[in-house]
């Protein structure tokens, strides 16, 4: 079973939230991999944004094939407001329980959030990536904070977004002439990595291709299942 550490307790204030932040962005270390990638995880949560019930996934894939090894899920209950800025205290307690569930402990996880493009450089993928130990990163679909200029139209192409003068992502495009993802180093990768996995898992060099890479996407889709209740939990 894939394990995790235990940083902090979840029962906390949005105060105290924001202190733990400020003190856990100290602990990320933004850095190149230091071992070849064999097997990539997405990490997805599906919720209606007033409501308690949270659904979680997680879908490990093969990233020479983009086959799916794995995938879990669960129905659980947040114990946290829904705040901008503070989601990861409201969506990581579920995903670690989808985490304890997996047999395969991927070599990396995307996570469906951000990873520093944070106004506090903690998003989901950094919070997250602190508990697993092990190489996170953000593709998001949408900029929390920061610049960036309009990347050339082709797939391949990236801007660096900046905030406060920081490099904190990138605009990547995916797919050609189709708006870009936000991709974000969250802990243990640098941000050159998480951009060529982004577009290794996209599906465009094997002919198809999504403006979502593959790892969220299937994650996506089985966390939207189960709020529809198309899926049980595994």
Request: glycine fraction near 8%.
């Amino acid at each position: 079973m894939a394990t995790y550490q235990l940083l902090h307790d979840w029962n906390v204030t949005p105060a105290e939230a924001v202190a733990l932040q400020q003190q856990l962005r100290h602990q990320i270390q933004i850095q190149p991999l230091t071992k070849p990638v064999e097997t990539i995880a997405g990490c997805d949560i599906s919720f209606n944004k007033f409501e308690e019930t949270v659904y979680a996934g997680i879908v490990v894939l093969r990233l020479e094939t983009l086959e799916v090894i794995e995938e879990v899920g669960v129905i659980s209950s947040a114990t946290f407001p829904y705040i901008p800025g503070l989601l990861s205290f409201r969506e990581i307690p579920s995903l670690l329980e989808a985490w304890s569930k997996l047999k395969t402990e991927p070599d990396v996880v995307m996570f469906d959030g951000q990873g520093i493009a944070h106004p506090r450089r903690i998003g989901i993928a950094s919070h997250g990536g602190l508990f697993l130990n092990r190489p996170t990163f953000g593709c998001a679909k949408s900029v929390l904070v920061g610049k960036y200029d309009e990347p050339a139209p082709e797939r391949g192409n990236w801007t660096p977004m900046r905030h406060y003068g920081e490099v904190i992502g990138a605009a990547l495009r995916t797919k050609n002439k189709v708006n870009p993802v936000y991709v974000s180093p969250g802990h243990l990768i640098d941000l050159e990595t998480a951009i060529s996995l982004t577009l290794q898992c996209d599906g465009g060099r094997r002919g198809y291709g999504y403006r979502i890479p593959e790892p969220t996407r299937l994650t996506h889709n089985l966390v939207n299942a189960l709020r529809r209740g198309e899926r049980s939990p595994d």
